[in-house]
């Protein structure tokens, strides 16, 4: 494990980063971020994203000509990590660290111009066009096509799960453009305005009630070829590249970490017995396992993130997996803890009822517990990342 405090730089760092959020994060979107909310409303993540960006912090890790902030790896961790057990919302993650990074390493002048700024400011929204009715952990099955008109993509078809398109301003993602032998052939990265004419997005609400996912349909939708990243049919390897960015962040090992304390400071006030649930042996026993399991991970993410030599692609497929395990195991943990208190929603009460019955923590317990079973399924399903693990790693075909 590293020790970031033998660093006095890093330390002072670290400092800063603190006194920063505890000055600046809004009480509100503390709270919502706290009742462990996968996703908060889209002008709450905008409002953080430009205290951020007055900052100079809204885009840390790209390059500074682009509005980075020139740290390094290590304060690039801190930062992530410390924005985490504070209860501050995540980045605004399609376009800070997938979209963005995707236009710099692949896209021309032009774009990395037209694109940028909005992220950098909070002033465009993304969402991702990946999955389709027959392609989403298998993405090379896509079928949504986009054929060529001289300057322009007719696009036809249906991207399916798309998180928060009904808010998104643009949409990024990968169409067919042409087939092959080689399924993965034929692909082209477009990024689309969602104001398009002929682009229509019908809400799909999840187990749990809520409205965060859509399928996306495009009718004759028109894109300039201007806004494809990359060269016409080779968008895999973009994707790809997209998509190793994606499992990193899934792996989520600092808000785990936060997701446990608040487990561990709810159980010292749940009673039990004579005494709590925190001194209750088999809970101690629960508990232990997920620090082990947690502490195990937080070091793979490390190794992966400060090893030069770490194969991106194997890491990102290994920190997704055992990430979103992890996570679950928390979730359950607490559902566990919370007993019968947990099928609670706070949106199922009616005027009349002041608060949830039981601890707060079972406002929403019953809603992200089945919330994020769906982790073990985006960006690419365990069981698809685990037979990457077996090729890439172990050889085996």
Not at 122 to 131: A, K, L, M, N, R
Not at 331 to 336: D, F, I, R, V
Not at 359 to 382: D, L, Q, V, W
Request: glycine share 8%; net charge negative; proline share 4%.
């Amino acid at each position: 494990m590293i020790n970031f405090d033998a660093d006095p730089d890093l330390v002072e760092f670290r400092s800063e980063v603190r006194d920063f959020i505890r000055s600046n994060l809004p009480d509100h979107i503390r709270r919502a971020v706290s009742e462990e909310r996968m996703d908060i409303h889209k002008e709450d993540q905008r409002h953080w994203h430009k205290i951020l960006a007055e900052q100079g912090w809204a885009v840390p890790a790209w390059p500074k000509e682009y509005g980075g902030a020139d740290w390094t790896d290590e304060q690039l961790y801190i930062f992530e990590r410390e924005i985490a057990l504070a209860d501050a919302p995540r980045p605004m993650i399609n376009g800070i660290q997938m979209l963005g990074p995707t236009v710099i390493e692949y896209g021309t002048e032009e774009q990395k111009q037209r694109f940028l700024p909005g992220v950098v400011s909070g002033d465009t929204f993304w969402c991702q066009g990946y999955s389709e009715p027959n392609a989403g952990s298998d993405l090379a099955n896509l079928s949504c096509k986009a054929v060529r008109d001289g300057d322009e993509y007719v696009v036809n078809g249906s991207k399916l799960w798309t998180t928060e398109a009904h808010v998104a301003d643009w949409m990024f993602g990968v169409f067919r453009t042409d087939t092959g032998e080689k399924p993965q052939y034929g692909i082209s990265f477009l990024v689309l305005d969602m104001t398009t004419p002929g682009i229509e997005v019908r809400p799909i609400i999840t187990y749990d009630g809520t409205h965060e996912v859509n399928q996306v349909f495009f009718d004759d939708a028109r894109v300039p070829v201007s806004q494809r990243i990359g060269e016409e049919n080779y968008g895999w390897g973009v994707a790809k590249y997209l998509l190793s960015l994606e499992r990193f962040g899934t792996a989520e090992v600092s808000r785990s970490m936060a997701s446990l304390e608040r487990l561990k400071n709810m159980a010292a006030q749940l009673p039990y017995g004579d005494g709590v649930l925190a001194n209750e042996q088999e809970f101690v026993d629960q508990v232990a396992e997920i620090e082990i399991e947690l502490s195990a991970l937080e070091l793979t993410e490390q190794r992966f993130l400060f090893d030069p030599e770490a194969d991106a692609g194997a890491s990102s497929s290994m920190l997704k997996v055992r990430g979103t395990e992890v996570q679950q195991m928390i979730l359950t943990a607490t559902m566990e803890a919370l007993a019968y208190n947990a099928h609670v929603a706070l949106d199922s009460l009616d005027d009349t009822q002041a608060f949830a019955p039981g601890p707060t923590e079972a406002r929403h317990a019953a809603k992200m517990y089945f919330n994020y079973r769906k982790t073990s399924i985006y960006s690419g399903s365990n069981e698809v990342m685990k037979n990457i693990l077996a090729k890439h790693v172990l050889g085996l075909s």
